[in-house]
């Protein structure tokens, strides 16, 4: 894989704007955020049909300048076959009274592999931060491989921070209550995945977009169980 170009965007003082990456084989991106800004980053990985091997690498670095910025970054992915996708973001808050959160999920299966590495830098003069990352992956074969890496420096006293990362399999026991009740074990699995994607889908301010790839990733889901 090639190394992909920096772009750099900023957001104006009192601008918001929302994008979602899907399927995005490179990105290197660059935001700095102006005060009041708010950003909404999506980064959605799903099973390519036409490219079982496909690789993505997304790298983000998100960098508070002036007080009242918000950042919100969401991540979902559902590799198979040989599929790999490495997510690193960077945020940097250099002033106070700002926000961001990261949440990132990623359900794997066959010898996909992913990671995610996540740095959250709170600066001396960022007093009154908060600032979350939490990471959630499902592993469906003995042969899927995850990386996570949470990374928090904190240089100020008077913030709110933590982060979090669970790796695991999907709750049998939430499949067997299910089964007692007359569902399917196919269709246990299917609504378990579809509630652990819904709280990222949720967050798409399109509506279009967001139906579409809710639809999209439910019939992703049909074709792994």
Not at 170 to 179: K, R
Not at 209 to 215: G, K, N
């Amino acid at each position: 894989m090639s190394k992909p170009k920096i772009q750099y965007i900023t957001l104006a003082a009192g601008e918001k704007r929302e994008f979602v990456l899907i399927n995005e084989p490179k990105v290197d991106w660059h935001i700095i955020q102006e005060a009041e800004s708010i950003l909404l980053l999506h980064v959605i990985a799903l099973p390519n049909p036409a490219d079982t091997t496909n690789q993505q690498q997304v790298k983000i670095t998100i960098e508070h300048t002036a007080k009242g910025c918000r950042t919100e970054i969401y991540g979902l992915g559902l590799l198979t076959g040989h599929q790999h996708c490495d997510i690193l973001t960077r945020v940097i808050h250099t002033v106070g009274g700002g926000y961001s959160s990261q949440l990132i999920k990623m359900v794997l299966t066959d010898h996909a592999k992913a990671s995610f590495k996540g740095e959250l830098k709170i600066l001396p003069d960022a007093q009154q931060v908060e600032a979350y990352q939490t990471n959630r992956n499902i592993l469906l074969s003995p042969q899927a491989e995850m990386v996570t890496e949470p990374q928090l420096e904190i240089y100020a006293d008077d913030v709110k921070a933590s982060h979090g990362a669970t790796t695991g399999q999907l709750d049998e026991s939430a499949i067997f209550y299910m089964q007692q009740r007359g569902i399917s074990r196919d269709t246990a699995y299917r609504l378990l995945l579809c509630a652990f994607f819904d709280d990222v889908l949720r967050t798409i301010l399109d509506e279009s977009q967001r139906e579409q790839l809710i639809e999209q990733s439910m019939h992703s889901i049909d074709g792994i169980i």
